[in-house]
Structures are given as structure tokens and as C-alpha cells.
Nanobody, 116 residues
Framework: QVQLVESGGGLVQPGGSLRLSCAASRSILSINAMGWYRQATGKQREAVAR???????NYADSVKGRFTISRDNAKNTVYLQMNSLKFEDTAIYYCKVDHQFGLTSWGQGIQVTVSS
């Protein structure tokens, strides 16, 4: 498994942009997939974006066209570029790793607040 540390969150105005980073404690080359989840206050956790080992990506309908997930294997880091942010994007964002055998690793989470 791997330790994950998110960074890059904060406060941003509607329509603004933010880039989240998820730094892994070791190489991510052998990891099956990585993704981002979020949980807003009073709501259930939801999947936001996912990137597979072959770089195929998937996005929640709510963020398609606005968010982009990418990876930098040399830096053991996965990113979430968030553009055109909306109030409803406010949440704690978590980085998740899917290992073999159904095992998972989660980051601590980082706050993203979209407010005017």
C-alpha cells in the first residue's frame, strides 16, 4: 500500500481554478488506478475522477469538461485540475488508490471551498 498526501486546496471564488496534488510515498507505476473523491457537508462521498494505469480517465457527470485528472509518474503524483469552480464543488477532496485484491489507500483529505 501507499501513503497519500493531498495539497493545493483552499478558498477560491466561483469560476476560479484550483489544482490539487496527491503525492504518494512510493512509485505509482505499479498501482492499478488512482482517483479523487469528495464529500460535502451533509452529503455522501462521491467519486469525482479516476485515472487508470493506462491513463484512461473517467469523470463524474457533474465535473465533466471542468476537471482534469492527470499523473506524473516521475514525481509519484496525481493531480486534479479544477476549472470553472462552482459553489457545489465545495467539499473535502480525498485521493484514493486502488490496489490489487480490492485493497485501497486514502489520503487525509483537503478542503476546497468555493465562495464569493
Amino acid at each position: 500500500q501507499v501513503q497519500l498526501v493531498e495539497s493545493g486546496g483552499g478558498l477560491v471564488q466561483p469560476g476560479g481554478s484550483l489544482r490539487l496534488s496527491c503525492a504518494a510515498s512510493r512509485s505509482i507505476l505499479s498501482i492499478n488506478a488512482m482517483g479523487w473523491y469528495r464529500q460535502a457537508t451533509g452529503k455522501q462521498r462521491e467519486a469525482v475522477a479516476r485515472i487508470s494505469s493506462d491513463d484512461t480517465t473517467n469523470y463524474a457527470d457533474s465535473v465533466k469538461g471542468r476537471f482534469t485528472i492527470s499523473r506524473d509518474n516521475a514525481k509519484n503524483t496525481v493531480y486534479l485540475q479544477m476549472n470553472s469552480l462552482k459553489f457545489e464543488d465545495t467539499a473535502i477532496y480525498y485521493c484514493k488508490v486502488d490496489h490489487q485484491f480490492g485493497l485501497t489507500s486514502w489520503g487525509q483529505g483537503i478542503q476546497v471551498t468555493v465562495s464569493s
